[in-house]
């Protein structure tokens, strides 16, 4: 086994906790965490197949590396206004309800819903 | 031996994700999550992506753990929001994402017989670009429409941030430091690594030509020393109405548009380059490029405008 078929495994198998992530966390900003651990699983699958693809004296085929240069960029763009949204979120249902720390009934509901 | 150093790299990256996944606390989750760039960066290395692991530690890991550390910290109360779904739930989910990985393995052990690469037309029209790193070749000339849109979304994710401001705050500059308590060490440092680090990201954008790294990865470097100094309250954060800001985020895109159209006049067509002066522009472009990124990294992690303009 080469490393890259190593690499490839890994890349799987963080594909796979990734997405587990984002189905079972409760907490939306985990949700984020999970799915920027799904896409540094995709990310690290193209990696494999730059190293596979090493040709004409480089190390790797260059063409996957610039996408994935491309796109942990845009993952990160994606991931601010990810986060942006969920403070805005989390801003409102403070101020929509300011009693609902003060009332537990009111908690509770709102936990069960 | 390498196979040895590999095993444990991957080792680590999947015990190191699972913690992630479980950790309790989120902002547990989060320092997790900027360790687990760091090792993925090394995994980079390990691929012969060094651009990559360059963009990998100074994004994946740098500046979207800050923007994630700050955050939890800012969501701290908020922990207990939601509950995890049923042992079931749990079970079926894991099935299935068990089955996906398997899946994915299965691809990785059968892969097509002869591995499909561009790497020889790269390198064989790298001489055209007058550049030596055949990464910045597919960035700045096989792929440039890619990188400028790219540019776009990016633009395009800084105004979805800054709409959601309160109307009131519209205009106004983004909250970052102007809560924090004055810190000693935050401030020394705030004063000492930016010259450094502006250095470095010029240096790492000029050598983009030729060696790993580039408008990106010296763009993301100075994002991070400008928010460094906004986070120490060493300067305030610019409100979003200032035009200079917002020139300076369009200057990249914009003088990679231009360029782009003059390649009507001057070469073969849009974003296309003339052989004797490819590299020059190309240059020019990542120049203007890394000030842009820089820029907009840095507010988008900053965030939407919260305080009000002083009248």
């Known amino acids: ?113 | 031996m390498a196979l040895v150093f590999d095993i444990g790299i991957v080792s680590l990256l999947i015990a190191i994700g699972a913690w992630m996944i479980m950790a309790r606390d989120t902002l547990v989750a989060v320092i997790i999550f900027v360790v687990y760039g760091l090792l993925m960066s090394i995994a980079w290395v390990r691929l012969s992506a060094v651009d990559v692991a360059l963009t990998e530690a100074a994004i994946g890991s740098g500046i979207t753990g800050m923007l994630l550390l700050s955050a939890a910290a800012r969501l701290r109360q908020t922990e207990g929001a939601g509950a995890r779904p049923s042992f079931p739930v749990c079970v079926a989910a894991g099935s299935l994402c068990a089955l996906i990985s398997a899946g994915l393995a299965g691809v990785v052990l059968l892969p097509a017989d002869v591995a499909p690469t561009l790497a020889p037309l790269a390198v064989a029209n790298l001489a055209d670009t007058g550049l030596e790193n055949p990464v910045a070749g597919v960035l700045f000339a096989y792929r440039a429409l890619d990188t400028l849109l790219e540019k776009v979304v990016l633009l395009l994710a800084l105004l979805g941030v800054w709409s959601l401001g309160s109307d009131r705050a519209w205009g106004g500059a983004p909250a970052l430091g102007a809560y924090v308590p004055p810190n000693d060490i935050l401030v020394f440092f705030a004063q000492v690594l930016p010259p450094i680090g502006i250095v470095f990201a010029a240096y790492m954008t000029w050598t983009g030509a030729s060696h790993p790294g580039g408008a990106f990865q010296g763009g993301t470097v100075l994002a991070v020393m400008w928010l460094l100094v906004m986070m120490a309250g060493v300067a305030r954060a610019p409100p979003i109405s200032s035009t200079k800001v917002r020139w300076l985020l369009v200057a990249g895109p914009a003088l990679f548009l231009a360029v782009g159209f003059l390649g009507f006049v001057i070469a073969a067509g849009f974003l296309a380059y003339p052989v004797d002066y490819a590299k020059a522009l190309i240059v020019l472009i990542e120049i203007a490029l890394a000030l842009s990124i820089g820029v907009t990294l840095a507010l988008l992690a900053a965030g939407p405008p919260e305080r009000t303009l002083q009248p």
């Open chain 1, 1 to 113: 086994m080469n490393s890259a078929t190593l690499f490839g495994f890994c890349s799987a198998a963080i594909v796979g906790l990734g997405l587990f992530g984002l189905i079972v966390s409760p907490h939306p900003l985990r949700r984020i965490l999970a799915f920027n651990l799904l896409g540094s699983g995709v990310f690290l699958f193209f990696g494999v197949v730059a190293r596979r693809g090493a040709a004409a004296g480089l190390g790797a085929d260059p063409v996957p590396q610039a996408l994935v240069i491309t796109g942990i960029v845009v993952a990160f763009s994606a991931t601010a206004l990810a986060v942006a949204l969920v403070l805005r979120l989390f801003a409102l249902t403070d101020e929509a309800a300011p009693t609902s720390e003060a009332d537990p009934k009111a908690g509770a509901e709102g936990g069960h819903s």
